[in-house]
T-cell receptor, first 112, second 116 residues
Framework: GENVEQHPSTLSVQEGDSAVIKCTYS??????FPWYKQELGKGPQLIID?????GEKKDQRIAVTLNKTAKHFSLHITETQPEDSAVYFC???????????FGKGTTLSVSS | SAVISQKPSRDICQRGTSLTIQCQVD?????MFWYRQQPGQSLTLIAT?????????ESGFVIDKFPISRPNLTFSTLTVSNMSPEDSSIYLC?????????????FGSGTRLTVV
């Protein structure tokens, strides 16, 4: 089945710096790759997603890039702010193309 | 996107007992899922809740331990049976509003379960 690897597990940056989180997936048939942000005590919130027919998608300070050949995708956050501090999860669809399989998460800390 | 209401939001239960978690969605959805998130860990898919038929369980999860119901397109329940401290986790309901493989996956706020 699908396997999603995520790195790094923790990331500390200064306010205003950029943060990059990387994920790789195993199933070349996967075609949908979302990123979620989870704050303490809350459920995961979708922040951006990308489908396999595009290589990059941007939404203000957040961007996602996809390399289908290498089977990896990355989350880029520019001009980080303290409120960006949270756990970020990448995901890909399972082999059946129905449910999401998650990476292990990255704890991002932005210090002011 | 769909709005999900999960109940209870948290509970402390005695070992050996069972807890039923409810997931209510404000609109009809094509797919509903249950995930477990152990302390400090990622989300693991327990099962896909199928409307009108038995749930589809992932490897390592069985119906006797985690019975699931989905009587209609807006509601599902997950029961954690014969609980032990190892069942202490956050249990999350998720739905897809856009159909198979097209995205739109939303999560509830979760049920924080502690088994003592």
């Amino acid at each position: 089945g699908e396997n999603v690897e995520q790195h790094p597990s923790t990331l500390s940056v200064q306010e205003g710096d950029s943060a990059v989180i990387k994920c790789t997936y195993s199933d070349s048939a996967s075609n949908y790759f979302p990123w979620y942000k989870q704050e303490l005590g809350k459920g995961p919130q979708l922040i951006i997603d990308i489908r396999s027919n595009v290589g990059e998608k941007k939404d203000q300070r957040i961007a996602v890039t996809l390399n289908k050949t290498a089977k990896h995708f990355s989350l880029h956050i520019t001009e980080t702010q303290p409120e960006d501090s949270a756990v970020y999860f990448c995901a890909a669809l399972n082999q059946a193309g129905t449910a999401l399989i998650f990476g292990k998460g990255t704890t991002l800390s932005v210090s002011s | 996107s769909a709005v999900i209401s999960q109940k209870p939001s948290r509970d402390i239960c005695q070992r050996g007992t069972s807890l039923t978690i409810q997931c209510q969605v404000d609109s009809q959805v094509t797919m509903m899922f249950w995930y477990r998130q152990q302390p400090g860990q990622s989300l693991t898919l327990i099962a896909t809740a199928n409307q009108g038929s038995e749930a589809t369980y992932e490897s390592g999860f069985v119906i006797d331990k985690f019975p699931i119901s989905r009587p209609n397109l807006t509601f599902s329940t997950l029961t954690v049976s014969n609980m032990s401290p190892e069942d202490s986790s956050i249990y999350l309901c998720s739905v897809s509003t856009l159909g198979r493989g097209t995205g739109g996956y939303t999560f509830g706020s979760g049920t924080r379960l502690t088994v003592v």
